[in-house]
């Protein structure tokens, strides 16, 4: 098969990034000059593997023969996603989100994260990471807040953004806490707020909880760059807007960053060291991967363990303390303790 | 013999090889408790008061073990007031405490009072001989016989002081001094992070998730508060104006001053224990120091704080910093 170049299909050399979040999985493929040739969104739905598979297939149905010469992974199921594709490189999320940042946005200063279950705030100088945050302890300042809210007042998400740009009077509803919030949104309506101005007020609150928790401290300068998720929400893009009084640029693949910023480190890392890709090749959609977790009562640390099996072979093994389960997979050299204790 | 407990908490890490030998030179066993693991962890919410910080949470969990595991006839709980001479700096009231306030959570566990105890004023003269004097009374010792075990523990402590001061971790001093292990010797070179923090929480391995392994699996080498010289924090402080209330925060303090300073120290990461006053102020002077000049951040930690993000948060900071030396060898800066 010949492409129009009259290059074999099979030379068309790409790079892939997947981005495998709590919510959402993302998956990117780039040329060699870091165009995206193919991009994918989708609700993960507590089944990481079998979303991945898909993807790839899908991967391998719209772009025909290609070949893989480099897989990054992300997101909080960075580990298991290289275990499956069989990654180059695997990285956190802030590092793959300022990458793809600064290659669509190169005098960015400020990247606005704001994914599913989590939120960041990462701080650029001169093109590099100065300075970054996450939210702690609850997910008050992200994606699931709406989502939740919007739930609680019988609009789809998606119209969300549309409703709160309707709003003259935004109605000032606590952030802080979403068990708050309910009381307060309650009150609001029973006071006879319009819906729309409680939706706006819903999007500065976030907003405002964003900028106090996830940014406090910060140094916060434009150019501002929004992505993730909820950057899909115009109420929030506003709510920025006006809250910076300043433009808020949102990236055409806002959603996906992550991972297109997973496929241009992967290219950078097959550059910097030519090798051979790990890529497990589009058939790894056939295999069997099953996950199972269990409870390890070796020691009184009781770790959640997850293995995870390729076609019935433990091929992975996570979450325990002392890493027993990970050595008797891949064997390392692990410290002794002699001391006596009670 | 009687065996004393120690509990593995609080002055664990900087002070129990010498503990250990002043009390085998008195004729008695010493049992520390086991690192921190879930049961311990889960032992310490159950009887703690639920506004302590993590740290006193998990060292109540250490004594409550120890007293049930039927080993020990004592557990040493020292009521220790200042530290650090000549400052006399005051420690927080949880150590003014303790003696107290670990009593009061067994009290509703029906376990004998163990709890073998003394006052100690560390920060004046003679304040750490006097303590060991008192201990040593208590055990129903000679003065003449405590003295003697005094000298062979502060052998002890200046070996372990010159090992801390030299880069190593307290775990690897107690494998090389008590186990008579070898340990690679610390290496500075390369990319060094400062992690700042109070002994009893950048220590525990359990609680930091591995946070010394992690650096060291990433090619970096680290350097914490207490591997600087007392003499020389202290003399920081003085040049402060006005030092903090509290020993530890100002110790913690004049590190991160240091590590701004000292040209080796690429990053700083604070390790604070969630619901620790005193963290709440420090943090953020530390944060206003540090802007502009180093890379910082803060991890705050709980019973809760889940690996995930505390490995997303170190491999953040540890590529941040490789980033700026990749593009600054490339010329871009």
């Known amino acids: ?342 | 013999m009687a065996t004393i407990g120690i509990p593995r908490g609080f002055f664990f890490d900087l002070y129990y090889p010498e503990w250990k030998v002043f009390f085998e030179a008195l004729g008695f066993d010493v049992l520390p408790s086991p690192e921190t693991n879930k049961v311990i962890l889960d032992e310490g919410i159950k009887i703690g008061v639920s506004e302590a910080c993590i740290s006193l949470k998990l060292y109540e969990g250490h004594v409550a073990y120890l007293v049930k595991s039927g080993k020990v006839d004592y557990v040493f709980v020292p009521r220790l007031l200042s530290e650090y001479p000549p400052s006399a700096f005051t420690l927080c009231p949880k150590f003014r405490g303790l003696p107290d306030i670990v009593r009061a959570a067994l009290l509703d566990m029906k376990l004998p009072d163990v709890v073998l105890t003394a006052n100690g004023d560390w920060g004046k003269k003679n304040g750490r001989l006097e303590f060991y004097i008192k201990v040593g009374l208590v055990l129903g010792k000679s003065k003449w016989q405590v003295k003697k075990a005094f000298l062979e523990s502060q052998k002890m402590r200046k070996k372990f002081m010159k090992l801390l001061l030299s880069g190593y971790l307290p775990t690897d001093i107690r494998r090389i001094l008590l186990d008579g292990e070898d340990v690679p010797k610390p290496q500075f070179d390369g990319h060094l992070i400062g992690i700042l923090g109070y002994p009893y929480l950048v220590y525990d391995e359990y609680i930091t998730n591995h946070i010394f392994d992690r650096l060291r699996s990433e090619g970096f080498s680290y350097i914490t508060a207490d591997m600087y010289e007392w003499d020389e924090l202290y003399s920081i402080l003085k040049d402060l104006g006005k030092p903090l209330f509290w020993g530890q925060s100002n110790k913690v303090l004049a590190a991160a001053m240091k590590m701004l300073k000292d040209k080796r120290v690429e990053g700083l990461v604070s390790l604070e224990s969630y619901g620790c006053g005193t963290d709440a102020w420090i943090g953020k002077i530390i944060e206003q120091e540090a802007k502009g000049i180093k890379p910082y951040m803060e991890l705050i930690l709980d019973e809760q704080t889940a690996e995930a993000g505390m490995v997303t948060r170190i491999e953040a900071f540890v590529d941040m910093i490789m980033w700026k030396e990749k593009m600054a060898k490339k010329g871009v800066m």
């Open chain 1, 1 to 342: 098969m010949e492409g129009e170049d009259g290059k074999e299909r099979g030379d068309v050399i790409v790079y892939i990034g997947v981005d495998i979040g709590s919510l959402t999985t993302k998956v990117v493929v780039t040329d060699e000059e870091d165009n995206i040739v193919f991009s994918l969104y989708e609700r993960t739905n507590g089944k990481p593997i079998e979303t991945l598979q898909k993807a790839l297939l899908k991967v391998r149905d719209t772009l025909g023969d290609i070949k893989v010469d480099g897989v990054g992974t992300t997101g909080s199921g960075r580990y298991l996603a290289g275990l499956v594709v069989g990654a180059d490189i695997i990285k956190n999320e802030i590092t793959a989100h300022a990458v793809a940042t600064t290659k669509d946005v190169p005098d960015v200063q400020t990247i606005f994260e704001i994914g599913g279950q989590d939120s960041k705030i990462i701080i650029v100088r001169q093109g590099i990471v100065v300075d970054f945050a996450m939210n702690t302890i609850c997910a008050a300042g992200t994606g699931s807040f709406l989502d939740h809210q919007a739930e609680r007042l019988n609009i789809p998400i998606e119209e969300f953004g549309d409703y709160a740009l309707k709003s003259k009077n935004p109605a000032r509803i606590a952030g802080r806490c979403t068990v708050f919030a309910e009381s307060d949104m309650i009150h609001k309506q029973q006071m006879g707020y319009a819906t729309e101005d409680i939706i706006a007020g819903l999007c500065e609150a976030l907003v405002r909880n964003y900028l106090n928790n996830v940014g406090r401290g910060k140094e916060i300068l434009p150019p501002y760059v929004f992505q993730g998720g909820v950057a899909a929400n115009k109420g929030i893009r506003h709510a920025f807007e006006k809250m910076l009084k300043s433009v808020i640029y949102v990236p055409k693949n806002y959603g996906v960053m992550g991972a297109y910023g997973m496929a241009i480190l992967a290219r950078n890392s097959m550059a910097e060291s030519p090798r051979e890709s790990k890529f497990s090749g589009f058939d790894v959609a056939e295999k069997q991967f099953k996950t199972r977790s269990i409870v390890c009562n070796i020691c009184p640390n009781l770790c959640e363990v997850v293995l995870v099996y390729e076609n019935n072979k433990p091929v992975a093994a996570w979450g325990d303390r002392c890493g027993r389960w990970q050595e008797k997979i891949r064997p390392r050299v692990g410290k002794q303790k002699k001391t006596e204790v009670a």
